[in-house]
């Protein structure tokens, strides 16, 4: 029995990659892993391929891949296909994939697993093979409560794990200095992002902080470049994409004191290395919500509907209980990492030569 995972993904967000890593590194601590190559570049295969241990192949014989992976599912003991991890939520259906996935999860010995992810809506086209994969394996889980209501309502059996950052090793910064901003561009009004963020930034100096703007994703490079400009922050270069691009990024992570965003993963990785993750997001937004209410950091959440002033004393009243809000992002770390540890251990079997 071998668990099957394809490579073939974006390459540009350091948060997928990281979580890529971090899924792939704990099931080859517990089961044999087939590794599709598809069209990841060479150092995305390099960092992944750091991250993994034990019985672990890599190929790029596409037709061998299919044919070892469909004859393991058809007799005993089977094999198990691992669905992609981050935010799989989609709005248009794939009905060509959809339709693999339908006559994939009628194999008799395979199993589908899914750890880390978003479906914050379900087409109506992937409802009946979901159901099927996961009320035969028990192996699909969500990593926020508002998925797993919008899995349950369509009878498709779930459970909440933890998002896969958590299994980051947390350490708290000495003495950090920046306030980081982190933004991707959303239908908010940009006058009042603009004016909100000028009330924060300014607050930032006031509480001793650099104020910079940056980006893991590059997509949100020209954005963050011109809120920096607009607001008279400075900027915090992080690594492009790369091997070895995440040292560089958790060490410029570990002179910053708070991390003010709407992307998930900077939020996170920030905080593995003692930023205090602020996200600011609007009422309606689930991903990260649903992620931070979950991991018991729901006290962190800024709403982008605040008046600028109120934001700003929100900023104060953070930056200001720095010392008691790390203890308890420390705690999250500790519990969200162990709730994953454990949720391997049903799914996939005890850690081997432990």
Known sequence: MAVYFSLDTQFENLGDEVINGLLLRELSRRQSLRILIGQAPEWYLANVASAVCGDVRFTNDRKRYIRDFLIGSMLPPGNTMLLSCGDTTTVQPDVKRSRTMSLLTKLPFLKVAQVGASRLKLNDTDKDWLARAANKSGLITVRDEYSRQTLEASNIKTRVMPDLAFLLNYQRPKSPTKALFMLRQTDADRAAVVTQLVAMVARSRDLGLEPVFGWQVARDENY????????????????GSGQDRLAPTLESYSDVAVIISNRLHGLLLAASRGALPVPILSDSERKVRGVFEHAGLAHLLLSDAL??????????????????????????????STSLQEGFDAMFGLVRNA
């Not at 470049?225 to 690594?239: K, N, S, V, W, Y």
Request: hydrophobic share 45%.
């Open 224 to 239: 963050n470049r011109a809120l920096a400009e607009q607001t008279g922050a400075g900027l915090l270069m992080l690594p």
């Open 307 to 336: 008046a600028p002033g109120a934001s700003a004393n929100t900023l104060t009243e953070i930056v200001t209980k720095q010392g008691p809000l790390a203890d308890s992002i420390e705690q999250a770390f500790k519990a969200n």
